[in-house]
Structures are given as structure tokens and as C-alpha cells.
């Protein structure tokens, strides 16, 4: 089956603190993973993506196959990184997306 | 602006009546979907249309019927509404297919709250 694990619900950090969000999947064939963020009421948007290995507001994530994970992370957080944070993994036939169940991430100074 | 619109944003309404949310994107994409975001933020695909064709149905109530007129738009209708349809409705847009690598990113709308009261 094909599901994205979220663990935490909340993560509190102070301004300046590191930062990982996690993330574990299940799927049985190649993965397409994505990292989404909502900050307060405005629309989900895309953050980044396992195969642009890219950084984006000083976050990155690495897909690690023999973990089946994808954290983000980010060295120093900033007080505007408060969001909720999705994980979302697209389904085989790449119609869908199917997303975790999101990590509020709350920076404070 | 290129994007993924919605309206309403807010819709407020009795349990039992009907209503409907529109949404349209410019983005020249061949798919489209909504996601439904209950109150505990949990985000939850509910349909996807491609080319004017529905892809995906997930077990979503009957009371809840998609309309794609064509593929820049997909409508959602819900019939006699219940409290529990309350939450927020994403749609959101991608340009598959043919499905490749990378081009699985969805565009998302600004989402309409619905209160059922």
C-alpha cells in the first residue's frame, strides 16, 4: 500500500535551531516524492521535490531509499519557516498525490 | 496571473442544501483534482479528471458529483449537504499526461472553506 508517514504533529524551534521535519513512505515501485507548504491561510504550495535536488529557502530533502524516508531539513530556522508542512508522495499511475498528515512547524524568537 | 482560482472562498450553508464550488486554471494543464482538508488538517485526494475525464474517484459519497465542462475547469457539487462536509476544498491542477518524472508537481487553489451549519 501506499502511505506517507508523518510522525510529529507539531514542531516547536527556536529562531536560529536547526530544523528536520520527517518523513516515511511506503511504496512498491520508484517513488516521486514532494515536500508542500501552507502557511497560515493561504494555499499549499510546492516546496521542493526529491529529483530537482534543489534547496528552496534553505531547506532540502534527500531521498533515502533504504530508509524510505525524506526529511527536510533546514540548518538555521526563521521565524517566516512557521507553516504546515506536507510530505505527499505521487501514486503509480502518477495521478494523485497522496500527502502525510502534515507537521505544523512553529519557529519562535 | 496564471493560476488555479476558486470561488467562493467562503460558503457558508444549512446541512441539507445543495451548493457548488467552481474552480478554473489558466495554466494549460490536461489534469485536474480536488482535495478535500478536514479540521484536522489532514489533506485527502477526492477526485481527479483528465481531459474532461474522470481518473480517479475516491470512496467519496455520491452526494458529491465533479463536473468538468471542459479542461481548464472542474466543478464540484455537493448534494444535501451534512455537517461533516465541512472543511476546506483545495483543486489543484497538473499537466499530465503522459505521465513523467518530475512533471507530477500540482498547482493548487486558494481553497474554499465550507461551513455546514
Known amino acids: 500500500a501506499q502511505r506517507v508517514t508523518q510522525p510529529e504533529k507539531l514542531l516547536s524551534v527556536f529562531k536560529g535551531a536547526p530544523v528536520e521535519l520527517k518523513c516515511n513512505y511506503s511504496?512498491?515501485?520508484?517513488?516521486?516524492l514532494f515536500w508542500y507548504v501552507q502557511y497560515s491561510r493561504q494555499r499549499l504550495q510546492l516546496l521542493l521535490r526529491?529529483?530537482s535536488r534543489e534547496s528552496i529557502k534553505g531547506f532540502t530533502a534527500d531521498l533515502n531509499k533504504g530508509e524510505t524516508s525524506f526529511h527536510l531539513k533546514k540548518p538555521f530556522a526563521q521565524e517566516e519557516d512557521s507553516a504546515m508542512y506536507y510530505c505527499?508522495?505521487?501514486?503509480?499511475?502518477?495521478?494523485?498525490?497522496?500527502f502525510g498528515k502534515g507537521t505544523t512547524l512553529s519557529v519562535s524568537s | 496571473d496564471t493560476a488555479v482560482s476558486q470561488t467562493p472562498k467562503y460558503l457558508v450553508t444549512q446541512m441539507g442544501n445543495d451548493k457548488s464550488i467552481k474552480c478554473e486554471q489558466n495554466?494549460?494543464?490536461?489534469?485536474m483534482y480536488w482535495y478535500k482538508q478536514d479540521s484536522k488538517k489532514f489533506l485527502k485526494i477526492m477526485f481527479s479528471?483528465?481531459?474532461?475525464?474522470?481518473?480517479i474517484n475516491e470512496t467519496v459519497p455520491n452526494r458529491f458529483s465533479p463536473k468538468s465542462p471542459d479542461k481548464a475547469h472542474l466543478n464540484l457539487h455537493i448534494n444535501s449537504l451534512e455537517l461533516g462536509d465541512s472543511a476546506v476544498y483545495f483543486c489543484?491542477?497538473?499537466?499530465?499526461?503522459?505521465?513523467?518524472?518530475?512533471?507530477?508537481?500540482?498547482?493548487f487553489g486558494p481553497g474554499t472553506r465550507l461551513t455546514v451549519l
Open positions: 489543484a491542477s497538473s499537466p499530465l499526461p503522459p505521465y513523467q518524472a518530475g512533471r507530477n508537481e500540482q498547482f
Open positions: 511504496y512498491s515501485g520508484s517513488p516521486e
Open positions: 526529491h529529483i
Open positions: 505527499a508522495l505521487s501514486n503509480q499511475a502518477g495521478t494523485a498525490l497522496i
Open positions: 495554466l494549460g494543464h490536461d489534469t
Open positions: 479528471y483528465n481531459n474532461k475525464e474522470l481518473i
